[in-house]
């Protein structure tokens, strides 16, 4: 399927289901970006946040981690640049709603495992509800968080779809803006501290 063609209605409801976009990880990112799980746009094209309206691809680019603004189907040009992808949940929904607690709670153990495997600076959670949710955690706010997450800092945020409409464009260009400057990605940022090696 070409990067600037928009799914068919067919093609959307095939998408229901099935697993096919592929995480982006490698070892030594400043940065892992953790989603929800993929929308059937997302699902049918296998590019990371591909529906037109979400924030994701702007808001990167606007808070200066991407030297332009990448398409979907450029995903694996972030890896360049430090930055990495995954999701909790693989499966392709039309809504979050649709996941089970039970495939979000083997989800964050899987992603728990790939920050352990690959020991990225930063991990950012895009959703408040689904780290609450993967983690068993009852309250998060917004922004970095006092604990470590498998030696990583971590960082929860809202998650950029446009459906979203208590935060803004210039919202999340503001808090990729912090995360980039504390995974060292951008001038000013001291980077994020490590877990101190056991004595």
């Known amino acids: 399927m070409s990067g600037a063609r928009k799914p068919t209605k067919d093609e959307l409801a095939a998408a229901h289901g099935r697993e096919t976009v592929p995480d982006l990880v490698r070892p030594g ?26 924030r994701f691809w702007p808001a990167l680019h606007q808070a200066g ?10 995903s694996r040009e972030l890896l360049k640049f430090g930055i990495g992808m995954t999701k909790v949940v693989q499966r392709a929904t039309a809504t979050a709603a649709e996941l089970t607690l039970e495939e979000v709670r083997a989800g964050g153990e899987v992603v728990r495992n790939m920050v352990r495997k690959h020991r990225p600076r930063v991990v950012c959670f895009l959703g408040v ?11 998060v706010k917004v922004g970095v968080q006092a604990e470590l997450f498998e030696g990583a800092q971590l960082w929860v945020l809202p998650n950029p ?6 935060y803004q464009l210039r919202d999340f260009v503001r808090l990729f803006r912090e995360v980039g400057e504390a995974a060292g990605l951008l001038e000013g940022g001291r980077g994020a501290r490590r877990r101190a090696p056991p004595r």
Request: glycine share 16%; charged share 10%.
């Open 129 to 139: 509800g689904i780290f609450q949710q993967a983690y068993g955690v009852k309250k």
């Open 29 to 54: 990112l400043a940065l892992l970006f953790v989603g929800i799980n993929p929308g059937l746009w997302s699902g049918a094209t296998g590019y990371h946040f591909a529906r037109p309206g979400n």
């Open 161 to 166: 779809s446009g459906l979203n409409a208590n």
């Open 65 to 74: 981690l991407t030297p332009r603004q990448l398409h979907p189907s450029e």
